[in-house]
């Protein structure tokens, strides 16, 4: 058996050496985020699901103070009667007018809106009844209500999708209101923030917790520790980065058979990325001690030389189905083969939260087909369920106003605005915008939605597989943003937890450049407004659409990687001959 010092250095340099260079800061996961959200998180565990609040004192304090800042800021909108948040006040007017007696839908004004107002009611039937809170605040204060609860999402999603320790969360926070999707969002007093914490929470929190998932041999699977394997590689433990959440495996005191003892297998986002830490004081008999096996560099603190150095794909540990978790009981006490898909017991509420966004805005309706594609058929049937419970309930309440919206206003382009006006970032803007207002343009629009809708499902369901929770869901999200006939710029808010998961993936250029498209500004700063868009040349074409092109060009990009990361893992591998 080796000892410590001689296991050490066998290793590669480029495994011992950290990177000097100035850029490293960039390259190093753990660098300049914190060790809980980095793939090279040391010693420490992952957070559990439910643990995605402010820990420390420092960050309750200010995450309290952004909250405050919101309400102080509101009520000084109120108090000086500024002008700001127009959509904020047609949802106290919906939920007034709802409470009259007065109709929703027609061609005039809600006589309920402030003078300064002039918008139509374009929401569903169920969402002025959900707006009828708002009533009890002063139509003036109704903005600063808005501006907290927008707050409190985007804090919530920067929670639950990159799960930052310390100040980093009200830091976070506030460094993403520069985004033009965000700050126009809280300016407009819009609930753009609002109904993505609802699919956030639901997806990543509530039905994640019934999520299916592979044993060992799939991504994500989990083996607890101390369990005994079969076939010379035994005792190892998977972790999968399921959201884009880091987990070291921990194989302290797994026992293995002739072979490896004690492996600690870190499944990253099949792009051998992953660390893993192997458990110290594993026993073993005659083989290595603790291996780690993952992207060609042992795990903080592990003693062992690394295991499928460089392999492609570590999460799906090409030649190793056979060999772990052999009829071991998982940690839900079940008994499974390698490679073998476990139910765990799911929320009751999954769904009805996406069902509750969908009643306010439709749009969100497409994150029900994303729960049956990736296999949570129960929370996809609640969420329907809740939607059409709640749009019922309408037809009870004002059943003229339900049928007027459900049979005219709901396809009536009139009420939403100029579709080729810049801010309409969607494939039914991007054509109307090139076409002239064609009429084939929304049959052109639908066309190319359904070729993107190949590449898209198949990434949701390949990174669902693969336990990456948030990459699926914003592969959904954006995918949304492409297909709704209308998009506005300030609906783009799905960039925020985009850009997050880019960090915690140690994406760094990526997540910057990401972050500089949104921050640019760019959709106010080109020509725009009446016929302008129509005499666009190439240059501002592209730069007119850039949040549509981007999104389309970055699920059509991810899916090539996809398919040349699968053929590269699923190549038939040639075993070296033993040396005589």
Same mark, same amino acid.
């Given at each position: 058996m080796p000892t410590p010092h001689q296991a050490t250095d066998s290793?590669?340099?480029?495994?011992?050496?950290?990177?000097?260079?100035?850029?490293?800061?960039?390259?190093?996961?753990?660098?300049?985020?914190?060790?809980?959200?980095?793939?090279?998180?040391?010693?420490?565990?992952?957070?559990?699901?439910?643990?995605?609040? $402010?820990?420390?004192? +420092?960050?309750? +304090?200010l995450t309290a103070a952004l909250l405050l800042a919101a309400a102080v800021l509101g009520v000084v909108v109120w108090l000086a009667g500024w002008h700001v948040g127009a959509d904020s006040a047609v949802y106290r007017a919906g939920g007034l007018t709802l409470?009259?007696?007065?109709?929703?839908?027609?061609?005039?004004?809600?006589?309920?809106?402030?003078?300064?107002?002039?918008?139509p009611f374009t929401y569903t039937p169920a969402a002025a009844a959900l707006f009828v809170p708002l009533v009890l605040a002063p139509s003036g204060l109704v903005w600063g209500v808005i501006a907290v609860l927008s707050v409190v999402s985007l804090t919530v999603v920067? *929670?639950?999708?990159?799960?930052?320790?310390?100040?980093?969360?009200? *830091?976070?926070?506030a460094i993403v209101l520069v985004l033009e999707p965000v700050w126009k969002t809280l300016f407009l007093g819009q609930i753009n923030l609002i109904l993505m914490a609802l699919v956030v929470f639901d997806v990543l929190v509530l039905s994640a917790r019934g999520a299916s998932s592979r044993r060992l041999a799939g991504p994500g699977g989990s083996a607890p520790a101390g369990s005994v394997g079969a076939g010379g590689s035994a005792g190892a433990a998977v972790s999968g980065d399921s959201a884009g959440f880091t987990g070291a495996a921990d194989a302290a005191g797994?026992?293995?058979?002739?072979?490896?003892?004690?492996?600690?297998?870190?499944?990253?986002?099949?792009?051998?990325?992953?660390?893993?830490?192997?458990?110290?004081?594993?026993?073993?008999?005659? @083989?290595?001690?603790?291996?780690?096996?993952?992207?060609? *560099?042992?795990?903080?603190?592990?003693? @062992?030389?690394?295991?499928?150095? @460089?392999?492609? @794909?570590?999460?799906?540990?090409?030649?190793?189905?056979?060999?772990?978790?052999?009829g071991?009981?998982?940690?839900?006490?079940?008994?499974?083969?390698?490679?073998?898909?476990?139910?765990?017991s799911g929320s009751r509420w999954a769904g009805v939260l996406i069902g509750v966004a969908a009643a306010v805005k439709l749009t969100p309706l497409i994150f029900v087909p994303h729960l049956?594609?990736?296999?949570?058929?129960?929370?996809?049937?609640?969420? !329907?369920?809740?939607?059409?419970? !709640?749009?019922?309930?309408?037809?009870?309440?004002?059943p003229g106003d339900a049928w007027r919206f459900w049979t005219e206003s709901v396809s009536d382009p009139s009420?939403?605005?100029?579709?080729?006006?810049?801010?309409?970032?969607?494939?039914?803007?991007?054509?109307?915008?090139?076409?002239?207002?064609? $009429?084939?343009?929304?049959?052109? *629009?639908?066309?190319?939605?359904?070729?993107?809708?190949? $590449?898209?499902?198949?990434?949701?369901?390949?990174?669902?597989?693969?336990?990456?929770?948030?990459?699926? +869901? +914003?592969?959904?999200?954006?995918?949304? !943003? !492409?297909?709704?006939?209308?998009?506005?710029?300030?609906?783009?808010?799905?960039?925020?937890?985009?850009?997050?998961?880019?960090?915690v993936k140690g994406r760094r250029w990526w997540a910057l450049l990401v972050a500089a498209l949104f921050a640019s500004q760019i959709v106010m700063l080109v020509p725009n407004g009446g016929n302008t868009e129509f005499t666009w040349g190439f240059g501002w074409s592209v730069l007119g659409n850039a949040y549509v092109l981007a999104a389309a060009a970055a699920i059509l990009a991810l899916s090539v990687r996809e398919l040349r990361l699968r053929a590269r893992t699923t190549a038939p591998t040639v075993q070296p001959e033993p040396a005589e």
């Open positions: 290793l590669p340099p480029a495994v011992l050496r950290r990177p000097r260079s100035w850029l490293s800061w960039l390259r190093q996961p753990g660098s300049w985020f914190p060790r809980s959200c980095s793939r090279r998180s040391g010693s420490r565990q992952p957070r559990s699901p439910g643990r995605w609040l $402010p820990r420390t004192r +420092l960050a309750r +304090l409470l009259k007696g007065e109709p929703l839908y027609t061609s005039s004004d809600l006589t309920t809106l402030p003078d300064w107002v002039r918008l920067i *929670a639950v999708v990159a799960r930052p320790s310390g100040v980093w969360l009200p *830091a976070g926070t797994s026992v293995g058979a002739g072979g490896s003892v004690g492996a600690a297998v870190s499944a990253e986002s099949g792009d051998s990325a992953g660390v893993a830490e192997a458990g110290a004081g594993s026993v073993g008999a005659g @083989g290595p001690v603790s291996a780690a096996i993952s992207a060609g *560099a042992a795990g903080p603190g592990s003693v @062992g030389a690394a295991d499928s150095t @460089g392999a492609p @794909g570590a999460a799906d540990l090409p030649g190793m189905a056979g060999s772990l978790d052999a071991n009981p998982g940690a839900d006490g079940q008994v499974g083969s390698a490679g073998e898909r476990v139910r765990r049956f594609f990736t296999g949570r058929w129960k929370d996809g049937l609640r969420a !329907l369920g809740t939607f059409v419970g !709640l749009e019922a309930v309408m037809f009870a309440v004002i009420r939403v605005g100029s579709v080729h006006w810049i801010f309409n970032q969607s494939l039914n803007g991007l054509v109307n915008r090139a076409s002239s207002l064609a $009429p084939w343009s929304m049959a052109v *629009a639908i066309a190319v939605a359904a070729v993107l809708a190949v $590449p898209a499902v198949w990434l949701v369901v390949r990174w669902h597989r693969r336990g990456e929770e948030a990459a699926a +869901l +914003l592969v959904t999200a954006f995918y949304a !943003l !492409l297909v709704s006939p209308v998009s506005w710029s300030h609906h783009w808010v799905w960039a925020v937890p985009l850009v997050c998961l880019l960090v």
